[in-house]
């Protein structure tokens, strides 16, 4: 219990070196912690905890907790904590129990903080028009509408209402030490909200932030990272003079090696090394590493940036008032740039420098590649690569969140509705062009791009396999999931339960779900009827939540559509023809991949092994580093999806046939 000092015992403090500009306004609760209480100043009203235990340091040191060489003004520190060599002061601070904080130059608070929350973040647009108001409670998705739905003004208005009303609820006067915390050899600390368990070690300036951490995911600031007006998520970390200005860092992300950041927005697991960003909407699993790489005025997720990438988003007139997307899974492969507006459509690989503003945003999975300074399109050709089926299987296993309190709503599947239904336009493009212009045409035209013959006859084929390849999911997963005991009982069980699904599908920065769902919250929101950011992503948590029975309903009118059936006329004999349809799609899609993984032991992939040997010399050597094409892990694994997949085919195919015996 708190209390005041006695005069003996404040003449033990004064012996001890410290002084007061008033003794009364000194409370504590314990007298034996008083011995460990040397050279300190205090001012203002000061509260302290007892001081018992100790830290146990690396290196087999240990260090009682107390007070030792700090002034502190305004101050309340709890229980077990070691405040030592704090160079300046710290000042209008609640320091929780069991922080350690050493060798830091000074801590305060000045006037009100709401600690980051608040700051407007102007992404995409540098000029300003697409500002985000980051709160400690944002996800990618209420982002995305920030930035995005400036069409809808009303909308607007109320979304940034909510984070407003969030950083007015954080705005205090006083700043926060969270439980366990740990600050050491720092410089420059204000306005900070500190979360528990986060550990700043050597960061050289924190001003108006919050480390959002917590003690199943800390939060950790390493050497020499300056950060201005910024909110870091629990698990994350930024390190290796790191700096930030106006930026936030989603849930278990890691910003270092030199990187910097400003007016930009990460979203949970981007890993961003080495380069700079600058009014970038980083969705989730975006990733950069290598130093020459830029990124600037665009939004991406679950990319990966090659080195030397580059985009422009100006031409010396207006300013920087350009701005691009790279659609999700899209990639730049080394020194590729794009000058923006432009629109890369969802998994496809940039190659080369595209200066004609290309939107390939209805033919996803594609390859863009210069020739001659032109932009040169291959459609669907991403679909075979080995790399994006390793990209598809990564993200999930790479997802670093805690189980429980995660924000962001991510669905990783490769094929979904949204990449369907591009196909499916892409699909109608390319046989419109070959109709229009003749399948014996050299080049086709499409926007500011060029199509090879080859390369429009092979996208037309590869969208049909993988059409058919995600209706067939769709198919035997509703036939696992229901299934029947007579013909008619399939057939009936086939029709969806739920209405909603039906129309274009939306990608907001992690989230797949139907437009038509998304338009009726946003209504909502613009109505009153949800009132809260909170309330707003439990609305797009729910909609994560339903993924699957609306995917279904989308799906089974596509089949539909897509194979000539009538509802009410549909056959056995259909369904086993969609299954066996699959069956060859499933197949002939892992017979590409297989034959994509062979290019990586083929005999140029092994030049540079074997360096003073012969030919043989060179395949030992490879083998023993990289392994055998046989026993390659991905390699086991597409023979493995093949013999699976070709057994659950074979299976449906008997279930459906012996219920139309």
């Known amino acids: 219990m708190l209390r005041q000092l006695t005069p003996e015992e404040r003449k033990r403090l004064e012996a001890q070196g410290n002084s007061a500009e008033n003794w009364d306004d000194v409370l504590i609760t314990d007298a034996a912690s008083l011995k460990y209480i040397r050279g300190t100043r205090f ?175 800390p939060v950790h600031i390493g050497y020499g990272v300056i950060a201005d007006d910024f909110i870091v998520q629990d698990g994350s970390s930024v390190e290796d003079c790191t700096t930030l200005t106006r930026v936030y860092v989603g849930q278990s992300c890691v910003l270092g090696h030199g990187y910097s950041a400003s007016d930009s927005l990460f979203f949970c697991n981007c890993q961003e090394e080495n380069g700079e960003a600058c009014a970038i909407f980083a969705g989730p699993f975006t990733v950069t590493h290598h130093k020459s790489t830029l990124l600037i005025a665009g939004m991406f997720s679950f990319m990966n940036a090659g080195s030397g990438s580059n985009q422009s988003n100006h031409m010396y007139k207006l300013g920087p008032i350009h701005q691009g997307a790279m659609e999700r899974g899209a990639k730049t492969a080394s020194d590729s740039y794009i000058l923006w507006p432009a629109r890369i459509g969802a998994f496809s690989l940039v190659m080369g420098r595209h200066t004609s503003n290309p939107d390939t945003s209805a033919l996803p999975f594609s390859y863009l590649i210069e020739k001659n300074g032109e932009t040169y399109l291959a459609p669907a050709v991403n679909l075979r690569s080995v790399g994006t089926i390793r990209d598809a299987q990564k993200w999930p296993r790479r997802d670093k969140r805690q189980a429980e309190g995660r924000l962001d709503q991510v669905n990783f599947n490769l094929l979904s509705p949204y990449t369907i239904d591009k196909m499916l336009r892409g699909l109608h493009i390319l046989e419109d062009m070959e109709r229009l212009s003749g399948p014996t045409s050299d080049v086709y035209a499409y926007q500011s791009a060029k199509i090879s013959n080859t390369a429009l006859h092979k996208g037309i084929r590869l969208y049909r396999i993988a059409i058919q390849k995600f209706l067939g999911n769709s198919l035997i997963s509703r036939l696992e999931k229901k299934g029947g005991n007579t013909a008619q009982e399939v057939l009936d069980n086939l029709k969806p339960e739920c209405p909603t699904g039906r129309g274009e599908w939306l990608d907001l920065a992690g989230l797949i779900a139907p437009k038509t769902c998304i338009n009726q919250l946003l209504d909502e929101v613009e109505q009153g009827i949800v009132n809260t950011t909170d309330e707003l992503n439990a609305r797009l948590a729910d909609l994560h939540r339903n993924y699957y029975d609306y995917e279904w309903t989308w799906a089974y009118d596509k089949m539909l559509e897509y194979y000539g059936l009538q509802p009410d006329r549909i056959t056995i004999d259909d369904l086993v023809a969609i299954v066996r349809q699959w069956q060859e799609s499933v197949v002939a899609l892992d017979e590409m991949l297989y034959a994509d993984a062979r290019k990586e032991f083929s005999l140029s992939a092994k030049t540079g092994f074997g360096f003073d040997g012969s030919n043989r010399t060179a395949e030992a050597d490879f083998e023993q580093v990289r392994g055998a094409f046989d026993s390659n892990p991905f390699v086991t694994e597409v023979q493995a999806h093949i013999q699976r997949k070709s057994a659950l085919g074979q299976r449906t195919v008997q279930f459906l046939e012996s219920l139309g015996a």
């Open 43 to 217: 001012s203002g009203h000061v509260e302290l905890g007892r001081f018992t235990g100790s830290f146990d340091m690396p290196g087999g040191i240990h260090k009682h907790t107390g007070l030792f060489n700090a002034t502190l003004h305004d101050v309340t520190i709890g229980d077990e904590c070691c405040i030592e060599n704090i160079k300046n002061y710290i000042a209008r601070y609640d320091i929780a129990e069991g922080c350690f904080i050493e060798n830091v130059d000074i801590i305060l608070c000045d006037g009100t903080s709401a600690f980051g929350n608040g700051v407007e973040v102007a992404v995409l647009n540098e000029t300003g028009g697409r500002e985000v108001t980051i709160h400690d409670g944002l996800t990618a998705h209420e982002a995305y509408i920030q930035a995005i739905y400036r069409h809808r003004p009303e909308l607007i208005r109320r979304v940034k209402q909510f984070a407003t009303q969030r950083a007015e609820a954080c705005a205090t006067g006083r700043g926060t030490i969270g439980a366990h915390a740990t600050i050491v050899d720092t410089g420059y600390i204000k306005n900070m909200y500190i979360g528990p368990y986060a550990k700043v070690e050597g960061a050289g300036r924190l001003k108006n932030g919050s480390l959002c951490s917590r003690r199943e995911a």
